[in-house]
């Protein structure tokens, strides 16, 4: 039975700026052109683990993200769709327990994660590929004033200005 430090340490991850540990473990050799005229990779994958007392802030991309579950227990991705509206959102192996193997966080939503106990091992995608000029680290108090209604799951995944 494999344990956080195991992934750690075999997928050579680091600290993640959001929270958690990360590899990026593909980037696309086929190039695209951005909005800005910038290129990029076509598509980025990155292997990601959070752990027990870990979460991934909220904060928003401009692309697309797909999350695969790889190994440990289940994640919930927590996200405020363009409407306002709040989705929890599964990822794991129990189907019948509303678990998904693969969730898919749509460009410009925000959007965080947690892992409830032990650890989780999961796969991001983004296409085009990830670049940090698309992504937005969101403050607890932009939140909270844009969101009240969502206070409690933006009081523990949102980072403080």
Known sequence: MYNAEHWKK???MTTHREGGSYFQSYAADYQVSD?????????????FLLEEGDYSAFHRLQA????????????SVWAIDLSGALHEMRLGLDVDAGEHPQVVVPAGWIFGSVVDSGYALVGCAVAPGFDYQDFELLSKESLLADYPEHHEIIDRLAVKA
Not at 35 to 47: D, L
Not at 64 to 75: K, M, S, T
């Open 10 to 12: 075999v997928l050579n």
């Open 35 to 47: 909005k800005n005229q910038n290129t990029r990779p076509a598509a980025t994958s990155i292997y």
């Open 64 to 75: 697309d993200e797909v999350w695969y579950f790889h190994d440990g227990q289940p994640l």
